[in-house]
């Protein structure tokens, strides 16, 4: 019996400390809403103004993107949002994309994680030519960079200021541009790359669209990486240098 529950005590540890490591993103930047939710892979902190999250923050792998699951297709309201979210309908007819900021190739590794993945909270208006073409390019890009990467942080969503189109009844603002910050912090390598992207389609190279991270600061009035030490932070957040990630 007492061996027993030794077993039973070990795997409840064990399950804890998954589930905290999952939660727990040692980079969240900090919120300018107050209204910061924490999902099993992914955090976010959500614009009631916008209907949308100002940013998203989640940890990719090599890994992970291994997972074989297909993508689930069930958009529904986030129901961590204490505000409410946005709801499907809201893109109805408007023709934008519901656009995935942590994005579903990224979270075919785990059930869970692909039915989160899908929370309106998670998405944002995209016109198709941006969603499925340089954005989508990204995307691939950040997961192509994982497998030689080990571990990356991501945090990504649209720029909030200056919006000046919404849809739906719950008027989900439309961002002009969108960004996505890339951090390595091993203890061997630290280094970060960005990019800001109008929400439009483009030809262009994805690297045509890098921008130092202190930019995306200025555009947006969010403080990125408020945990990294000051002298790591400004050294990552000011330098582009686009060789490391070639």
């Avoid at 077993?7 to 980079?27: G, M, P, R």
């Avoid at 107050?34 to 792998?61: C, G, P, R």
């Avoid at 030519?129 to 945090?155: C, H, M, P, Q, S």
């Avoid at 649209?158 to 912090?185: A, C, M, S, W």
Wanted: charged share 25%; glycine share 4%; net charge positive.
């Amino acid at each position: 019996m007492k061996n027993n529950f030794k077993i039973l005590l070990f795997f409840k540890i064990l399950f804890c400390v998954n589930i905290s490591f999952s939660q727990n993103f040692d980079y969240l930047p900090k919120s300018t809403t107050n209204q910061i939710v924490k999902h099993t892979y992914y955090s976010l902190s959500y614009s009631e103004e916008n209907e949308q999250a100002e940013w998203v923050a989640y940890m990719i792998t090599s890994g992970r993107t291994n997972g074989t699951l297909k993508r689930s297709d069930k958009f529904i309201p986030d129901p961590m949002i204490t505000t409410k979210s946005a709801i499907s309908n809201d893109y109805k007819k408007s023709g934008y994309d519901r656009g995935h900021l942590a994005p579903a190739a990224d979270m075919k590794f785990d059930e869970i994680a692909m039915s989160e993945c899908f929370y309106m909270s998670n998405m944002s208006p995209q016109l198709p030519g941006f969603n499925r073409g340089i954005w989508k390019k990204l995307e691939e890009k950040v997961r192509n960079w994982a497998l030689t990467e080990d571990t990356l942080y991501i945090i990504t969503a649209g720029v909030l200021t200056g919006i000046d189109k919404r849809i739906g009844e719950n008027g989900v603002g439309v961002p002009k541009l969108f960004y996505k910050i890339i951090l390595k912090n091993s203890v061997n390598e630290k280094k970060a790359i960005a990019f800001c992207i109008p929400n439009q389609k483009s030809d262009k190279s994805i690297y045509e669209y890098i921008v130092n991270i202190d930019k995306i600061e200025e555009l947006t009035g969010i403080d990125f990486f408020p945990n990294l030490s000051d002298k790591i932070e400004n050294k990552l957040e000011s330098q582009i240098n686009i060789n490391l990630w070639k």
